[in-house]
């Protein structure tokens, strides 16, 4: 392993380089002003509505996307993966000859969806944060860790040019791994459904519903089972296993010790494995394209019900007690 740090950026690598950020959403708004205020010439490629709005507020140039590629030397997609395809036909002819392509996410070039141009340096910084996070922390001198890779190396100067674009978003202070398009997309899309966004959100309602099925609060239920579970992921975040260990009870570590592998156990983790072969075979990528090419019908459908279970109504209720906890979460 080898992590990248600030003392190992060719600050020569994008001298004078114009770079332009495709999309202004989470990443695409924390991308530009960082980069911005590290002294880069930034232009934002959106179309006109709120995100245009928005970063003619935050101060930053602004044109259609098409106009905005023309003359960068760096090309930054940060618009939604869905939309990735298409945009870039849209761009296609206007990318500068020789410019590099860079990606947050490896979706879109791994499975093919984006075939670059062969003159075309093509590269990947993705932060292991969300946007918001990667703004707040450049501003306090800190910085969000990120993967890089390269695709396409036609220059022969891409991973000096990804890792400058990264040191200017503030990623080189908490560090760069090295990795690949492919490690990259297949670790992101298997930690989302097994574990970060599926596997959490799916063991806090089954919980949740243990606990009300027996005959307990809906509230009590939701404090213990959701509520809670931020005191724990911040402690596992900030020093792992070693630090929940020192900070609860010895008969938390008592039941997390003999009970937690009776939830999560071997049955769970052949599920694992067939849902990272899903991923690594591509079955979940065409499935996921085919949702979007015929309407999203079942991505609404179980959102829907996602949205209307017993845990987000009395979730609800309890959070307007804790205004607090509305900060802004980009």
Known sequence: MRLY?????????????????LGYGSQGRA?????????????????????????????????????????????????PDTTQKALYREIKGDLEQGATLLFA??????????KPRKDLDVV?????GPGGLVRRQYQQGRGVPALIAVEQDASGEAFAKALAYADGIGSTRGGVLKTTFAEETETDLFGEQAVLCGG??????????????????????????????KLIVDLLHEGG????????????????????????????????KKILKEIQTGKFARQWISQNKTGLKKYNKLMKADMKHPIEKVGAKLRERMPWLQDERA
């Open 5 to 21: 740090g600030p003392k190992e950026v060719d600050k020569k690598a994008l001298r004078n380089a114009r770079i332009a950020i």
């Open 124 to 128: 990947l910084i993705a932060p292991k």
């Open 105 to 114: 996410h490896g979706f879109n070039i791994h499975f093919a969806q984006i």
């Open 31 to 79: 991308h530009a002003l960082n980069l911005k205020d590290s002294g880069f010439d930034v232009v934002v490629g959106v179309r006109m509505g709120e995100s245009y709005k928005q970063a003619k507020r935050d101060g930053l140039e602004v044109k259609t996307p098409a106009e905005a590629v023309k003359g960068a030397k760096l090309v930054a997609m940060l618009v």
């Open 200 to 229: 959490t959100t799916e063991l806090v309602v089954k919980g949740y519903e243990t606990l009300v099925e027996a005959g307990y609060q809906p509230e009590v239920a939701y404090y213990e089972v959701l509520h809670e579970l």
């Open 241 to 272: 296993l070693s630090k929940m260990h020192r900070f609860i009870s010895t008969t938390a570590k008592w039941g997390d010790l003999t009970r937690g592998p009776r939830v999560v156990n071997a049955a769970t983790k052949r599920e694992m």
